[in-house]
């Protein structure tokens, strides 16, 4: 072999090592993120679920009390809750799919679960509001 070759066959054994060792770097790296992803991802997914919890739980004590009151309740009142409870099961059921979701789509569908959430918080409170306001 010719020294020229040997010296380009060096060459290009250390470009592939160090390309090697890049890549294996660049694996790592991305394999920490994706970690971190998951992590972050769960986390969400487990503050979304005790929130959600605790809106069950308001909402149970907001029916609990239209049926303490009984026939007393305002039509009003009744239809609004039966909206605000099926905006929370609609909730939940996105829950479920923001839990299935692919990494491309878990950004989107989180951001309309928050959006959800908000609403439902703005539903369950107006309706407190409005029981208050009839006596109840």
């Not at 072999?1 to 290009?12: D, F, N, Q, T, Y």
């Not at 979304?48 to 009151?69: C, F, Q």
């Not at 026939?71 to 609004?80: E, G, L, P, Q």
């Not at 950004?107 to 679960?113: A, C, D, F, P, T």
Request: with cysteine; net charge negative; proline share 1%.
């Amino acid at each position: 072999m010719k020294p020229e070759s040997a010296v380009r066959l060096a060459l290009g054994l250390a470009l592939l090592c160090g390309c090697s060792q890049k890549t294996s770097e660049s694996s790592v790296t991305t394999t920490q993120s994706d970690t971190a992803g998951v992590a972050a991802r769960s986390q969400t997914e487990r503050e979304i679920h005790d929130h959600l919890a605790a809106t069950r739980a308001h909402i149970d004590s907001l029916r609990a009390e239209t049926a303490r009151v009984g026939s007393n309740v305002d039509a009003a009142v009744s239809s609004r809750l039966a909206q605000v409870e099926a905006e929370r099961d609609t909730a939940e059921a996105r829950l479920g799919r923001l839990q299935q979701a692919t990494r491309e789509e878990w950004g989107n569908l989180q951001s309309g679960v928050a959006t959800m959430l908000d609403s439902l918080d703005v539903g369950v409170d107006s309706l407190r509001a409005q029981m208050h306001r009839h006596g109840h």
